[in-house]
Nanobody, 120 residues
Framework: QVQLVESGGGLVQAGGSLRLSCAASGFIFSCITMAWYRQAPGQQRDLVARISSGGSTNYADSVKGRFTISRDNAKNTVDLQMNSLKPEDTATYYC??????????????WGQGTQVTVSA
């Protein structure tokens, strides 16, 4: 079955950097669009970044220029490099597989999440 295991979260000061990684198994990783989402307490889960099987990327406006999503199809991993972190980036970050349809994209499978806390 599909397994997504996130790692790399932690506590960092504002302006610092973190790199999240997601190890995937149970499906043909190279054929699947992948994404990172985040959810702060009391808020909905929102898309942070998405990367297609071919490497095309999309970012939420709030992270453009600061975050970079990448994938390694040989290792079945998708990473999120987060620079210039802000307190408002504090959230649980989730790795997800993405279902691509004519009308758009939707998350399908989720990892367990990793906590990122940015102190002021």
């Amino acid at each position: 079955q599909v397994q997504l295991v996130e790692s790399g979260g932690g506590l960092v000061q504002a302006g610092g950097s973190l790199r999240l990684s997601c190890a995937a198994s149970g499906f043909i990783f190279s054929c699947i669009t992948m994404a990172w989402y985040r959810q702060a307490p009391g808020q909905q889960r929102d898309l942070v970044a998405r990367i297609s099987s071919g490497g095309s990327t999309n970012y939420a406006d709030s992270v453009k220029g600061r975050f970079t999503i990448s994938r390694d199809n040989a290792k079945n991993t998708v990473d999120l490099q987060m620079n210039s972190l802000k307190p408002e980036d504090t959230a649980t970050y989730y790795c997800a597989t993405v279902r691509v349809r004519v009308g758009g994209f939707s998350p399908r499978d989720w990892g367990q999440g990793t906590q990122v806390t940015v102190s002021a």
